[in-house]
């Protein structure tokens, strides 16, 4: 499960750098954030989950 959660960390990232260096591709960086903070709430939750 972390790896899956850690391989797309890293994919939201690149999207991220990818996205700002290139000014026309602005979104993608925003997607990328969006997404990256997602996984890791996801990966938190299912964590906390799992705990209990």
Do not use: D, E, H
């Not at 602005?26 to 299912?46: E, Y």
């Amino acid at each position: 499960m972390w790896t899956v959660l850690i391989i797309l960390l890293v994919i939201w990232a690149v999207l991220s750098v990818v996205g700002f260096a290139i000014k026309g591709l602005i979104w993608l960086a925003i997607i990328g954030i969006i997404l990256f903070a997602g996984t890791i709430i996801f990966g938190m939750i299912r964590n906390a989950a799992r705990r209990k």
